[in-house]
């Protein structure tokens, strides 16, 4: 080959397409840095009540502030911040001792409810769909060697099955309101316990246990046994979430 000079040009090396990565794609960046955002409310380096500060945050991440605010918005909707007018996100504050109480009561009236109807409905895909979750939390707690869940990294999984499980349970009541509502307490939830250090294997064990009852009762068409293992859950639940705060209350007044 020769050049527009006279002289000979090397002929230039084909680079194969299959050898490049693909670049990531616009969801892959949204969702990791959601999950990244969502890491930092739960672990409280930025403290509940806080505001956040996008361009601060954006930086840490090494990203540009587009996908911050996005994640932003869908914290909003998972409840775990709130936007102001004139102030931005900030993060929700943490449950005091009635808001946590109150929690409670809710999930007393809808979860029974939700689990009840579940049961009359006996969809196959929902059951299929609490086998997996009830199959993963048991791996979890077989293999988590007693640690406690400190940090939401350390939790995140346990708690995300978790969620998982509840959720199923709610979607095959048919009520889209009553899903919305459970998903966003359980966000409230999921940070009163990682700030009183609640996941211990202990606790782990016991839940699948419950759960295992309450997925028995949905398989068997039992709406009333659905019922009554979902409420039993629900204050196994509240007793322990209120005990590993009273722990930390002790440990800190020592």
């Known amino acids: ?30 969702d990791s840095v959601y999950e990244a955002v969502q890491e930092l409310v739960m672990d409280q380096h930025i403290e509940a009540g806080a505001r956040v500060n996008i361009d601060l945050v954006a930086r840490q991440l090494n990203v540009s502030p587009t996908p911050v605010r996005e994640a932003l918005a869908r914290l909003e909707m998972d409840g775990l911040v709130v936007k102001e007018p004139l102030r931005g996100y900030s993060v929700t504050p943490m449950l005091d001792a009635k808001s946590f109480s109150d ?7 809808l979860e029974p409810f939700a689990a009840r109807r579940a049961a009359e409905r006996s969809d196959e895909k929902v059951l299929r769909a609490l086998d997996h979750e009830l199959d993963e939390m048991r791996r979890m707690v077989g293999t988590s060697g007693g640690a406690t869940g400190s940090t939401y990294h350390d939790y995140r999984e346990f708690a995300l099955q978790d969620a998982r499980f509840h959720e199923a349970i709610a979607g095959t009541s048919g009520n889209s309101l009553l899903s919305d509502t459970l998903r966003r307490l359980r966000s409230h939830l999921r940070l009163y316990r990682l700030y009183h250090r609640y996941y211990t294997m202990d606790i782990g ?50």
């Open 103 to 109: 929690l409670y009561d809710v999930r007393r009236l």
């Open 205 to 254: 064990t016991a839940t699948v246990l419950e759960h295992e009852k309450i997925l028995a009762s949905i398989r068997g068409r039992d709406g009333d046994g659905a019922e009554a293992a979902m409420l039993d859950h629900i204050n196994h639940s509240r007793d322990r979430s209120e005990g590993a705060r009273v722990r930390i209350r002790s440990s800190e007044s020592d």
């Open 1 to 30: 080959m020769v050049g527009s000079d006279g002289r000979g040009l090397r002929p230039q090396p084909k680079v194969s397409e299959k050898l490049l990565p693909l670049p990531p794609s616009r969801q892959t960046l949204t």
